[in-house]
T-cell receptor, first 111, second 115 residues
Framework: SQQGEEDPQALSIQEGENATMNCSYKTSINNLQWYRQNSGRGLVHLILIRSNEREKHSGRLRVTLDTSKKSSSLLITASRAADTASYFCATDPNTGNQFYFGTGTSLTVIP | ETGVTQTPRHLVMGMTNKKSLKCEQHLGHNAMYWYKQSAKKPLELMFVYNFKEQTENNSVPSRFSPECPNSSHLFLHLHTLQPEDSALYLC??????????????FGPGTRLTVL
């Protein structure tokens, strides 16, 4: 399968703490994207990192990409209750017209 | 508000009914997608359209029939569904297809329950 796999499946932290989620994939990619989904809603794009980039920041988000290990991590710093959601990585492989999503990490931030 | 709308937001139907899901994007994108999201499973891509032409059909049963009359509208026609088809159906659009640094914009989804 070309799908990304997120780890852990679920994560619960206190407000103010940092949250780290990981994504592993199997094929070479053009880019990797992270999305957030609030319960029962559509996905919202957070950040895109290209295959030739190693790290990218956006506000409280930091994404790293290690193409040699075929893995990525999403770090959310100083978490807030509003960050409670599911987080998905999506891989854009070098072939085909599809993006491949994993099962997601469910993050709960306790106020 | 992502610029992608879906109607209805909730749908309950019997196995013999025929219904349609509608998706509209106001972003001027060329590609549109249908995904199925079931509990504890990866997001499943169903169909991809690019410039109104279907480019991907991921072995979706024929009881799901997509229609893309123009680049802004996408429909999913449903008939003789099964209870296991109950899921959240998400529509998405992007400027171009995968491979072009394109992000996808998702609608809020239609929660479908098949009785």
């Amino acid at each position: 399968s070309q799908q990304g796999e997120e780890d852990p499946q679920a994560l619960s932290i206190q407000e103010g703490e940092n949250a780290t989620m990981n994504c592993s994939y199997k094929t070479s990619i053009n880019n990797l994207q992270w999305y957030r989904q609030n319960s029962g809603r559509g996905l919202v794009h957070l950040i895109l990192i290209r295959s030739n980039e190693r790290e990218k920041h956006s506000g409280r988000l930091r994404v790293t990409l290690d193409t040699s290990k075929k893995s990525s991590s999403l770090l959310i710093t100083a978490s807030r209750a509003a960050d409670t959601a599911s987080y998905f990585c999506a891989t854009d492989p070098n072939t085909g017209n599809q993006f491949y999503f994993g099962t997601g990490t469910s993050l709960t931030v306790i106020p | 508000e992502t610029g992608v709308t879906q109607t209805p937001r909730h749908l309950v139907m019997g196995m013999t009914n025929k219904k349609s899901l509608k998706c509209e994007q106001h972003l001027g994108h060329n590609a549109m997608y249908w995904y199925k999201q079931s509990a504890k499973k990866p997001l499943e891509l169903m169909f991809v359209y690019n410039f109104k032409e279907q480019t991907e059909n991921n072995s979706v049963p024929s009881r799901f029939s997509p229609e893309c009359p123009n680049s802004s509208h996408l429909f999913l026609h449903l008939h003789t569904l099964q209870p296991e088809d109950s899921a959240l159906y998400l529509c998405a659009s992007s400027q171009g297809l995968a491979g072009g640094q394109n992000e996808q914009f998702f609608g809020p989804g239609t929660r479908l329950t098949v009785l």
